[in-house]
């Protein structure tokens, strides 16, 4: 089984400010997936394929890395921004999630 | 617009069963591999199970399997969850998703299953 690790597992940034999280995998996968789950809602798929937006997803947000290593990025955080991100990878069986990071307001 | 409606949740005992149901509509279902996936209170997400356009070919984590069975009917646009021995363990939100590749591409609004006594 691959082992998704996030960090960090909260954080708090302030409106402007750029953020960065990360996801470590215990063995390569081909791809990364993210989602953004916001308070009592349903997950919603953000960036796939490690680097492409899902629709409607604000520019400000990116996706990157290879192997065992990846982050999603946000340029500028903004108020909307407030979520759980959770990355997921579909290379290998069983499909996992990582822990998830939560990103709150300063 | 896709949505996916989930339905068949609720109180069991452990060691019952309970059969989820998911609608589907706004795309052409049987052209999909479709999911659930689960989310245990104040926790993080587990995928539960996968299977392919024509149900022919099913995948599931240790963790259920033998005890849950996906399957679907094309004709009614529907997926099912059929959970057996069910354990305290799995109480969660449990989520449809419909699969793009390998990535959950659209979710439901999730359903609660609680097993307690």
């Known amino acids: 089984e691959i082992v998704l690790t996030q960090s960090p597992t909260t954080m708090a940034a302030s409106p402007g400010e750029k953020v960065t999280l990360t996801c470590r995998a215990s063995s390569s996968v081909s791809y990364m997936h993210w989602y953004q789950q916001r308070s009592g809602a349903s997950p919603k798929l953000w960036i796939y394929?490690?680097?492409k937006l899902a629709s409607g997803v604000p520019n400000r947000f990116s996706g990157s890395g290879s192997g065992t290593s990846y982050s999603l990025t946000i340029n500028s955080m903004e108020t909307e921004d407030a979520a759980t991100y959770y990355c997921?990878?579909?290379?290998?069986?069983?499909?996992?999630f990582g822990g998830g990071t939560k990103l709150e307001l300063k | 617009e896709v949505q996916l409606v989930e339905s068949g949740g609720g109180l069991v005992q452990p060691g019952r069963s309970l059969k989820l149901s998911c609608a589907a509509s706004?795309?052409?279902?049987?052209?999909?591999?479709m999911a659930w996936v689960r989310q245990a209170p104040k926790k993080g997400l587990e995928w539960v199970a996968t299977?392919?356009?024509?149900?022919?070919?099913?995948y599931y984590p240790d963790s259920v399997k033998g005890r849950f069975t996906i399957s679907r009917d094309n004709a009614k646009s529907s997926l099912y969850l059929q959970m057996n021995s069910l354990k305290s363990e799995d109480t969660a939100t449990y989520y449809c998703a419909r699969l793009n590749y390998g990535d959950f591409d659209y979710w439901g609004q999730g359903v609660m299953v609680t097993v307690s006594s």
């Open positions: 997921q990878q579909g290379s290998s069986y069983p499909w996992t």
């Open positions: 394929e490690t680097s």
């Open positions: 299977i392919s356009t024509s149900g022919s070919r099913t």
């Open positions: 706004g795309f052409t279902f049987s052209n999909y591999y």
